[in-house]
């Protein structure tokens, strides 16, 4: 039987989160979308409240920041684990139907500490953990090739020496780390591709510009120079050995606890357009019978069904992605498959319901306007819908990335 209530243990994480959601994201939403590139400063103490809750163990894993490591939940009395992956899914769906810019940009969370919790060992949680940190992978040559980095890092004594170029730094320029991957010898290709911890105010870190974007606006977007920058070894996250089978597997296995978060964020600015939407129809006398088959209801019942019911595939292989990581099942395809699905779907039902409402709907006048602009970035970061398929196919086909691609 699939039992699809929330866990009672997180009942009170979720009804924390929609109430900041509501009260502080939904509050800022238009303000910060037009004040591009300035700080959301009441989002300080709102981490300060987080950090505090974590503390007192109330609110294991929020946002991103508790992704991964040990979840410290037990199973229940069917075997069954719902830990700090479900916590924090739960948490960010709920952060996302109020604005995910600002998610994005909430102190002390981030997608690096989704890396770090993948790949760190204890010293290194001790040292990084809890820390706001972002994560830099794409290059002006590497993007869906995330193989193709050049970026490098040599060992000079004790200290990696890290050069090169990243792009499009998520939380980049506020961020207090940034997980930067780089090759350790660029002949030898993926297998020395290693992610490293940089402080965000290491000296040879250049600041070269903010990005302007489509939507996510309250989120900053940082590219950098990496002139010489030195960093302690032990900042070098995994093994140090470069094994040519499944050497890049220890980087990739971030993406096992990001791509579910990324999907949850779509779900929840597509649960947002949903409920609007409900809304506007109600007004407009549209009467929805779940009963009763499409062809006698109206053209615009039957489209939004069927929106509904696609919404509730995708977040169902969300929710699956983050239960198999929470029980330490294997579930790079279900991060995938959920990716995929909750991306697309999210971008598709955004744009729908912009569609549904008509001239409300594309006006500032209302935030439909704004998360059709803002969720078509989860469709692309974190892994482009076509790379999703991609990674879908060959794991369903038994095929290596040299074989498809
Ligand atoms: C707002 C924003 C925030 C971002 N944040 C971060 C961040 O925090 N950290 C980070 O490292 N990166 C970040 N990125 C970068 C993002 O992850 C990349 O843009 C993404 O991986 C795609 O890379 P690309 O832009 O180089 O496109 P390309 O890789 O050049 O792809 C262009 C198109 O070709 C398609 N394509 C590419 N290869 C294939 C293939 N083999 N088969 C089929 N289709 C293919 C892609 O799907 C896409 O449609 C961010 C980007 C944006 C816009």
């Not at 780390?177 to 870190?205: H, M, Y």
């Not at 499944?246 to 096992?256: H, K, N």
Request: proline share 3%.
């Amino acid at each position: 039987m699939i039992n699809l209530e929330i866990p009672r243990k997180f009942e009170f994480l979720v009804g924390q989160a929609h109430q900041v959601a509501t009260e502080i994201f939904r509050a800022g939403s238009r303000k910060y979308d037009g004040a591009e590139h300035s700080y959301p400063k009441e989002l300080d103490m709102l981490a300060a409240v987080i950090e505090g809750m974590n503390e007192g163990g109330a609110l294991s894993g929020a946002g991103a920041g508790g992704v991964g490591g040990s979840n410290g939940s037990s199973k229940n009395e069917n075997g069954n684990r719902n830990g700090s992956n479900m916590a924090s899914l739960l948490g960010l769906i709920e952060l996302c139907w109020g604005d995910v810019g600002l998610l994005l940009t909430m102190p002390k969370q981030g997608l690096g500490q989704a890396a770090i919790a993948a790949v760190a060992n204890e010293e290194q949680l001790k040292r990084f953990g809890g820390k706001w940190a972002a994560m830099a992978i794409t290059e002006p040559e590497a993007g869906s090739d995330s193989a193709a980095i050049r970026t490098t890092a040599t060992l000079e004594g004790d200290e990696y020496v890290l050069n090169g170029e990243k792009i499009f730094v998520t939380a980049g320029d506020r961020a207090e780390l940034i997980v930067v991957w780089a090759t350790l010898d660029r002949k030898q290709g993926r297998a020395a591709i290693k992610s490293f911890v940089v402080e965000r105010d290491n000296p040879g870190l250049k600041l070269d510009r903010l990005e302007h974007k489509l939507g996510i606006r309250a989120s900053d977007t940082a590219n950098f120079v990496l002139d010489n920058v030195r960093i302690p070894k032990e900042n070098l996250l995994g093994s140090a050995e470069i094994a040519p089978k499944g050497g890049f597997s220890g980087v990739m296995q971030t993406f096992d606890n990001t791509r579910p978060l990324v999907a949850g964020m779509a779900i929840g600015v597509a649960r947002a357009c949903l409920e609007r939407t409900r809304e506007l129809l109600d007004e407009a006398g549209v009467e929805i019978d779940y009963d009763a088959p499409p062809h006698v209801q109206s053209a615009a019942a039957s489209e939004f069904i069927a929106m509904e019911s696609d919404w509730e595939a995708a977040r169902l292989l969300t929710l699956q992605a983050a239960w198999m990581a929470d029980n330490k099942k294997p579930n790079s395809l279900q991060a995938s498959m959920a990716k995929a699905k909750a991306g697309r779907v999210g971008t598709d039902i955004a744009l729908r319901c912009v569609a549904l409402a008509g001239a409300t709907g594309y006006g500032e006048g209302d935030l439909l306007e704004k998360w059709a602009r803002d969720v078509k970035i989860l469709d692309l970061f974190e892994g482009t819908q076509q790379i999703q398929l991609l990674i879908v196919a060959r794991q369903l086909l038994g095929k290596t990335s040299a074989e498809l691609k």
